[in-house]
């Protein structure tokens, strides 16, 4: 079992910045990817960005050049930076570790809200 709890969210105006953080905890794997996800009202979850243990990432086209996702100077935090907020990018933020298909768990989820 692997518990994920997510903080940083927040109301923040368009252009501002926030910086999102996982803690996970419990039967954790060395080998293992970690992103965040988001869902905004009434559309499906998608991706927002993932990275491996050897810290390879992958970003939706959407926050290129905006959002960083990293590992924290423990391996079982992970942090997304969050620049140049637009109102679109209003979600909850959820927080994904994935070990194999046996050992997958998502956070809680934390809101974000950017306005104009």
């Known amino acids: 079992q692997v518990q994920l709890v997510e903080s940083g969210g927040g109301l923040v105006q368009a252009g501002g910045s926030l910086r999102l953080s996982c803690v996970a905890s419990?039967?954790?794997?060395?080998?293992?990817?970690m992103g965040w996800y988001r869902q905004a009202p009434g559309k499906q979850r998608e991706l927002v960005a993932t990275?491996?243990?050897?810290?390879?990432?992958n970003y939706a086209d959407s926050v290129k050049g905006r959002f960083t996702i990293s590992r924290g100077n423990v391996k079982n935090l992970v942090y997304l930076q969050m620049n140049s907020l637009e109102p679109e990018d209003t979600a909850v933020y959820y927080c994904?570790?994935?070990?194999?298909?046996?050992?997958?768990?998502w956070g809680q989820g934390t809101q974000v809200t950017v306005s104009s």
């Open positions: 419990g039967s954790l794997f060395v080998g293992n990817i």
């Open positions: 990275i491996t243990s050897g810290e390879s990432t």
């Open positions: 994904r570790y994935y070990a194999d298909w046996s050992r997958d768990y």
